[in-house]
């Protein structure tokens, strides 16, 4: 019975993982942030955002721990969160290319 439990804790969880990259604004933050890490102003001018939409969609990313940020004096820089976003990036990527 515990083992169903966590089987499906664990299905959930998944597919609360890819409802992140299910919006195409965060998609394309992820992939501003493929190459190197970037302010929130950075990303905002990149992807003609306003700072606040850029800040709302980091915030969901960071609590579902695809990015992760880094204070350099008073600014924060934003990048992905290890190299497993990146793959499931690449991969998604190479998946629809095909």
Avoid: P
């Avoid at 493929?34 to 955002?49: D, G, R």
């Avoid at 939409?53 to 990015?67: F, M, P």
């Avoid at 940020?69 to 190479?94: C, F």
């Amino acid at each position: 019975m515990i083992n169903k439990k966590i089987k499906e804790r664990m299905l959930y969880d998944l597919a609360e993982l890819f409802k992140l990259f299910g919006d195409s604004t965060r998609i394309r933050i992820l992939y501003a942030l493929y190459e190197k890490e970037l302010s929130v102003s950075e990303i905002a001018e990149n992807l003609t955002m306003t700072v606040s939409a850029v800040s709302h969609q980091l915030r969901i990313l960071k609590h579902g721990k695809l990015v992760r940020s880094q204070r350099e004096g008073k600014q924060i820089y934003y990048s992905l969160a290890d190299d497993h976003v990146k793959t499931i990036i690449a991969m998604g990527r190479e998946h629809i290319e095909e």
